[in-house]
């Protein structure tokens, strides 16, 4: 089991900078793929990006790309999503995801076993 637990999530003004961070705990040794994904209400879990834990590769959605960078401190077993020009059209709640595979369809969520609660972001105009 992994124990994922985000923070840095609160309220931003469009072209502002948050950054968010997802502590892992638990059985971290052979964690692979560490991702992101948000949320708003009534819709689909979205994928944001994600890094393969290892190797330190990355992928982002199109929406986020170049504004948003994926990262992780292998040490700590911490993963980080830097959001810079935030635009209105981020505010959503972001959930942390970690897998022990890194699968070829990283931005589905029903390849994730574990997740975070969720940090809600509000960028407002």
């Known amino acids: 089991q992994v124990h994922l637990v985000e923070s840095g999530g609160g309220l931003a003004q469009a072209g502002d900078s948050l950054t968010l961070s997802c502590a892992a705990s638990?059985?971290?040794?052979?964690?692979?793929?560490m991702a992101w994904f948000r949320q708003r209400p009534g819709q689909e879990r979205e994928f944001v990006a994600v890094?393969?834990?290892?190797?330190?590769?990355?992928e982002y959605a199109d929406s986020v790309k170049g504004r948003f960078t994926i990262s992780r401190d292998h040490g700590k077993y911490t993963g980080y999503l830097q959001m810079n020009s935030l635009e209105t059209k981020d505010t959503a709640r972001y959930f942390c995801?970690?897998?022990?595979?890194?699968?070829?369809?990283?931005?589905?969520?029903?390849?994730?076993?574990?997740w975070g609660q969720g940090a809600q972001v509000t960028v407002s105009s």
């Open positions: 890094i393969r834990w290892v190797r330190g590769d990355t």
């Open positions: 638990g059985s971290t040794v052979n964690l692979l793929a």
């Open positions: 995801a970690a897998d022990h595979n890194y699968s070829d369809d990283f931005n589905l969520p029903s390849q994730y076993e574990y």
